[in-house]
C-alpha cells in the first residue's frame, strides 16, 4: 500500500534553519506531485510548497518564499523541504502529500499523506 513517511522537525530558535524529509513507497510517481503542507493549533492544514515530481517544477506559499525550498529525488522516491530564517509563525505540524497532476494548494485534491513531524521555532 501506498506509505509517506515524514522524518526531521523538532524544535529551533527563531532564525535558524530546519529540514524535513518524507519518502514515498508503494506508488508510482512518475505524473505525480509532491508537497508540504502544515497545520498549526486552531488553524486549517494549509499548503507550503509542491514540486512536480518528473520536472521538478516548485510552487510556494507567498509566506515561504525566499525562505523555503523543496525538493525531491526522483529514484529515491524522496521530498524533502529545507526551511530557513525560520519565525515562530511558521510553528506546525508539517504534512507530506501526493497527488496527481501538479500541486496545488487545495488540501482535498491529494489522496495520500504522511503522519506529520512537528516543528517549534520558539522566538
Known amino acids: 500500500q501506498v506509505q509517506l513517511v515524514e522524518s526531521g522537525g523538532g524544535l529551533v530558535q527563531a532564525g535558524g534553519s530546519l529540514s524535513v524529509s518524507c519518502v514515498v513507497s508503494?506508488?508510482?510517481?512518475?505524473?505525480?506531485?509532491g508537497a508540504w503542507f502544515r497545520q498549526a493549533p486552531g488553524k486549517e492544514r494549509e499548503f507550503v510548497a509542491g514540486?512536480?515530481?518528473?520536472?521538478?517544477?516548485?510552487d510556494y506559499a507567498d509566506s515561504v518564499k525566499g525562505r523555503f525550498m523543496i525538493s525531491r529525488d526522483y529514484w529515491k522516491k524522496t521530498v524533502d523541504l529545507y526551511m530557513s530564517s525560520l519565525k515562530p509563525e511558521d510553528t506546525a505540524v508539517y504534512y507530506c502529500?501526493?497527488?496527481?497532476?501538479?500541486?496545488?494548494?487545495?488540501?482535498?485534491?491529494?489522496?495520500?499523506w504522511g503522519q506529520g513531524t512537528q516543528v517549534t521555532v520558539s522566538s
Open positions: 514540486i512536480t515530481w518528473r520536472a521538478g517544477n516548485t
Open positions: 508503494g506508488q508510482t510517481l512518475s505524473g505525480y506531485s
Open positions: 502529500a501526493t497527488k496527481s497532476g501538479p500541486p496545488t494548494t487545495a488540501v482535498a485534491e491529494y489522496g495520500y
